[in-house]
């Protein structure tokens, strides 16, 4: 059964910074790309980021470049979102999604983690 | 940036109703669309992807047609768990952005 599991959100500061971790089990992690979805409070669901199955291949929304960095351990069968410079409007519940083959749909998805940026 | 624009915004509805929900693209994705069901509390569902190809254990009831620009999602004889906020998403382009979202809410 596949399962992905989302650790590391919090409460934290503007500015300030917070790793993610989603921990894959049930499939061959190495053979597909994943990705970051966020959801605001109120708000419709946002793409935020996403891997190649080997992690050379690395994508951000404009909203997140130059402040998010996607990363994954295939070792340990495990996506990483690093969040630096972090704002208000970061604000949301963030789901790690696993990718069909070929990238046609994000088919399994966390249960998502709540990362809040407030002073 | 490819922009997806679902309408309409919400749908209203009773159980044993055919729902039509439409997405619209800016620019053509081809047939590289996807569906999603987000229901509070749970993470998305992936329902449909290729613009009709149903995901693993999805009801045949949920369906999915269109290519190029314009596509629907149609789900007939709605049972109470359906309602929920439904997003496409776009898979030819980066970044794969969603639309909006429609709300199918109870009549």
């Known amino acids: 059964e596949v399962q992905l599991v989302e650790s590391g959100g919090g409460l934290v500061q503007p500015g300030g910074s917070l790793r993610l971790s989603c921990a894959g089990t049930?499939?061959?992690?190495?053979?597909?790309?994943m990705s970051w979805v966020r959801q605001a409070p109120g708000k419709g669901l946002e793409w935020v980021s996403a891997v190649g199955g080997n992690g050379a291949n690395r994508y951000y929304a404009d909203s997140v470049k130059g402040r998010f960095t996607i990363s994954r351990d295939n070792a340990k069968n495990t996506l990483y979102l690093q969040m630096n410079s972090l704002r208000a409007e970061d604000t949301a519940i963030y789901y790690c999604?696993?990718?069909?083959?070929?990238?046609?749909?994000?088919?399994?998805w966390g249960q998502g983690t709540l990362v809040t940026v407030s002073s | 940036e490819l922009v997806l624009t679902q309408s309409p915004a919400t749908l209203s509805l009773s159980p044993g109703d055919r729902a039509t929900l439409s997405c619209r693209a800016s620019?053509?994705?081809?047939?590289?669309l996807a569906w999603y069901q987000k229901r509070p509390g749970q993470a998305p569902r992936l329902l449909i992807y290729d613009a009709s190809k149903r995901a693993t254990g999805i009801p045949a009831r949920f369906s999915g047609s269109g290519s190029g620009t314009d596509f629907t999602l149609a789900i007939s004889n709605l049972e109470p768990e359906d309602f929920a906020v439904y997003y496409c998403?776009?898979?030819?382009?980066?970044?794969?952005?969603f639309g909006q979202g429609t709300r199918l809410e109870i009549k």
């Open positions: 049930g499939f061959t992690f190495s053979n597909f790309a």
């Open positions: 998403q776009q898979r030819s382009k980066w970044p794969p952005a």
């Open positions: 999604a696993k990718d069909l083959i070929r990238g046609a749909g994000a088919d399994y």
């Open positions: 620019q053509s994705v081809s047939n590289f």
